[in-house]
């Protein structure tokens, strides 16, 4: 065999791998289960979510106002970097689940601290990522803000802040949260597409931890009536979630589960 012939052979052989890959971590292609694996109450379970400015945070915290905090014991609130509004909701909204442990019967006759050591509460905190792509911006330019955006968003989903919000009263979750979130939640901001890019990107990678986690759910704007978003359309054409939910039966179908009205 020639040097040019073994050559062309490991390029290709090499091709062939790396879409082998890719095809068994896209959950839209591969033939692996796409769900995520089950919620035990009471492990420490990291929940990432993603909050965009205005609308699609309101919708976002609405949808999760239900939110078991004994299943997900941490939650990484993201958001684009001056959004000091989802910054103050996404605190108010914790305030509310800590008053919510506070009235319920177990904390409030202080009987114990539940499932396996967990308060009932856990801990959470608030990271802020550089905008994909700001109003008006110039295509031109957008690639670079979207390359600004990725970088920052490798070091969120590693590593959650080390020095967690949580109340002062109930104490935090007796075992760290896990490094790579179990699970991310978004409903469309742009920031969220380089998110679940690079989401996908690590498990690419195969890097240590990766295994298991950042399986994504996306949920289609409730205003999304006909058509799916941009957002919806890049993240369902690359199959880059497990589950993509939305909320008008005319979007259903081709790989997006119709769940009716899911804002409260």
């Not at 091709?15 to 033939?31: C, Q």
């Not at 742009?190 to 298991?212: D, E, K, M, N």
Request: positive net charge; aromatic residues 6%.
């Amino acid at each position: 065999m020639t040097l040019c012939s073994l050559l062309t052979l490991t390029v290709f052989t090499t091709l062939v791998l790396l879409i082998t890959r890719l095809i068994l971590i896209l959950p839209g292609f591969s033939p692996l289960p796409r769900c995520p694996s089950p919620i035990h109450r009471g492990q420490p379970t990291r929940l990432l979510i993603v909050l965009g400015s205005g609308g699609h945070t309101a919708e976002m915290l609405s949808m999760i106002q239900s939110l078991d905090t004994y299943s997900y014991t941490h939650r990484s609130y993201v958001i684009g970097s001056g959004d000091e509004f989802s910054a103050r909701k996404a605190t108010e909204f914790e305030a509310g689940l800590e008053q919510r442990v506070r009235e319920s019967k177990g904390v409030e006759n202080g009987r114990g601290r539940g499932v396996n050591g967990n308060d009932g509460y856990g801990t959470y905190d608030i990271s802020s990522v550089p905008r994909a792509r700001n109003i008006h911006q110039s295509l031109l330019t957008s690639p670079l803000s979207c390359l600004r955006c990725l970088v920052a968003c490798i070091s969120v989903l590693r590593f959650h802040n080390t020095a967690p919000t949580t109340s002062e009263s109930l104490p935090a979750y007796s075992k760290p949260p896990p490094s790579y979130p179990n699970i991310i939640l978004t409903n469309g901001p742009a920031t969220a597409t380089i998110l679940l890019i690079t989401s996908l990107l690590l498990r690419f990678l195969a890097l240590p931890g990766t295994g298991g986690k950042m399986r994504n759910i996306y949920v289609e704007s409730w205003a999304r009536v006909r058509r799916m978003s941009l957002s919806g359309k890049i993240l369902v054409g690359v199959g880059a979630c497990e589950r993509v939910l939305v909320q008008w039966e005319g979007l259903g179908g081709w790989g997006r589960e119709y769940r009716g009205a899911l804002v409260g």
